[in-house]
């Protein structure tokens, strides 16, 4: 059965070191963006994610690219 792809969303995750917690272990908060084209390349997309995360109170631990699509039957 072939089935078909259709892109519609892609999102920007930037994780955020937000110190520790009463334990020691680390805690994060992530920042989202979305709206982006899927046709954006990768090279663009992080370029874009250090831009975002430079403007960030807390120090940035990983950028990360989320595609989000339908599939259905061909």
């Not at 999102?11 to 955020?16: E, S």
């Not at 272990?25 to 709206?35: E, V």
């Not at 992080?46 to 259905?72: C, F, H, K, W």
């Amino acid at each position: 059965m072939a089935a078909l792809r259709n892109k519609q969303s892609v999102t920007l995750k930037i994780k955020l070191d937000n110190g520790k917690n009463e334990k020691g272990g680390q805690k994060t908060l992530m920042r989202t963006f979305s709206h982006f084209s899927a046709e954006l390349p990768d090279e663009d997309f992080l370029r874009i994610g250090n831009a975002l995360g430079a403007l960030q109170a807390y120090p940035v631990l990983g950028i990360s690219r989320a595609e989000t699509a339908d599939l259905m039957e061909a």
